[in-house]
T-cell receptor, first 111, second 114 residues
Framework: DQQVKQNSPSLSVQEGRISILNCDYT??????FLWYKKYPAEGPTFLIS?????DKNEDGRFTVFLNKSAKHLSLHIVPSQPGDSAVYFC??????????FGQGTRLTINP | EAGVAQSPRYKIIEKRQSVAFWCNPISGHATLYWYQQILGQGPKLLIQFQNNGVVDDSQLPKDRFSAERLKGVDSTLKIQPAKLEDSAVYLC????????????FGPGTRLLVL
């Protein structure tokens, strides 16, 4: 029962362009969504989050969009930089309960 | 502010042996989580503590896995006996009492069972 899905295992983007990572969920009770970034041999690092009462949250180069009717969220990174190369996980929770993670998307930024 | 600490970072054991992992959360964080991350998958929650009480252990294989957080601070996760399919990264995370649901992760312990 995969409640949070990241359907793209990998994504390759040119440096300076926009990176768009997508995530779909099935549980309508989820009310908080997060993106984590993971480098090899390190734990996931919190990147940005959004509450279900909003449809957009921005932090510098990172913007998360939430479409509740489609049960879809996306992370936009613009402009993409080489240091953004990592695995990105989306996660969701319902009422401050446990986080449910997607499978991750490996982002590669090409110079 | 110091982050979540975990040890050891790597462990190689043979199947049927036992192993233990240690986690020290961010100071003042009441909630502590243990996750299992198998290669190519996202982290999966094993157990959640609130102070020294268990909140959720529904996905913990209790026949072989155990965890404790006796004084409501650091925690240990044990596997006994280990199986080949336990090879994974074991991540510890913590969260503060108030506000958002953001969890902060440690570097993880990479376990290889041979």
């Amino acid at each position: 029962d995969q409640q949070v899905k990241q359907n793209s295992p990998s994504l390759s983007v040119q440096e300076g362009r926009i990176s768009i990572l997508n995530c779909d969920y099935t549980n309508s009770m989820f009310d908080y969504f997060l993106w984590y970034k993971k480098y090899p041999a390190e734990g996931p690092t919190f990147l940005i989050s959004i509450s279900s009462i909003k449809d957009k949250n921005e932090d510098g180069r990172f913007t998360v969009f939430l479409n509740k009717s489609a049960k879809h969220l996306s992370l936009h990174i613009v402009p993409s930089q080489p240091g953004d190369s990592a695995v990105y996980f989306c996660a969701a929770s319902a009422g401050a309960q446990k986080l449910v993670f997607g499978q991750g998307t490996r982002l590669t930024i090409n110079p | 502010e110091a982050g979540v600490a975990q040890s050891p970072r790597y462990k190689i054991i043979e199947k049927r042996q036992s192993v233990a992992f240690w986690c020290n959360p961010i100071s003042g964080h009441a909630t502590l989580y243990w996750y299992q991350q198998i290669l190519g998958q996202g982290p999966k929650l094993l157990i959640q503590f609130q102070n020294n009480g268990v909140v959720d252990d529904s996905q913990l294989p209790k026949d072989r896995f155990s965890a404790e957080r006796l004084k409501g601070v650091d925690s240990t996760l044990k596997i006994q006996p280990a199986k080949l399919e336990d090879s994974a990264v074991y991540l510890c995370a913590s969260r503060g009492v108030r506000g958002k649901e953001t969890q902060y992760f440690g570097p993880g312990t990479r376990l290889l069972v041979l």
